[in-house]
């Protein structure tokens, strides 16, 4: 979708405007983009004021921009999978990598979450396609069952750390993310119980399954 001067102007002091307000309020504002396919628009923006920043000693705005850039990136249909989710990664650990506050923290930690999700979720479609190919017409078990769920440790391992960091800190933004952060890690560690039971590792399968109802009982008594 191509912007006239006017057009991007306005979609730049919107885009530069937004408040860092925890991960809720950026990937509402991310789906409004997507709706209105200005998220290209909106990293591009993003990008120039990165480079204008270059020289700065501003890292806390940088860290702000870089987040919403990885953001943009990973949510955006239009740009390749593996592409987005590499650029999108690449982004996050630098914001990891620098001295940050507790809602940076947190929300390049559930991002990166977001984005390993997503990654395991597109694999595990794409081989349950090759195998009902291969099979006749015959799918490959449900997502959750499938043999390698490395992408989902992984990205087990990242929702859980934001949790534990939301639930710490009882700063406004990070109970506002404490339950989005809570039920992926529950939802991960249920695919995680059924991998596990479907590998005949039941007694492992029950503990994650223990702790998925543990963190939803935590959200119950605190969200």
């Not at 979609?11 to 991310?30: N, S």
């Not at 081989?127 to 006749?136: H, I, L, V, W």
């Not at 710490?168 to 933004?173: F, G, I, L, T, V």
């Amino acid at each position: 979708m191509s912007l006239n001067q006017d057009e991007y102007t306005r979609l730049k002091e919107e885009v530069l405007a937004q408040t860092f307000a925890g991960l809720q309020d950026m990937t509402r504002y991310a789906e409004q983009l997507k709706v209105g396919k200005r998220l290209r628009h909106a990293r591009d923006i993003i990008r120039k004021e990165l480079d204008d920043r270059a020289s700065t000693r501003d890292e806390a705005r940088r860290r702000e921009l870089k987040l919403m850039l990885a953001l943009y990136t990973y949510r955006d249909p239009s740009l390749g999978i593996e592409g987005r989710t590499r650029e999108a990664l690449d982004l996050l650990a630098e914001v990891d990598s620098l001295d940050r506050g507790a809602v940076e923290h947190h929300v390049a930690l559930a991002m990166t979450g977001d984005v390993r999700k997503l990654a395991w979720e597109v694999d595990n479609v794409r081989r349950r396609e090759a195998g009902a190919r291969s099979a006749g017409g015959v799918a490959e078990p449900p997502v959750g069952n499938h043999r390698d769920a490395g992408e989902l440790k992984a990205a087990l391992s990242y929702f859980g750390r934001s949790f534990e960091l939301c639930g710490a800190a009882p700063a406004p933004a990070l109970l506002a993310d404490l339950g989005y952060t809570g039920l992926n890690a529950a939802f991960l560690l249920d695919l995680l119980a059924g991998h596990d039971a479907a590998s005949g590792e039941a007694a492992s399968g029950a503990a994650r399954r223990e702790q998925a109802r543990a963190i939803r009982g935590e959200l119950e008594a605190r969200v």
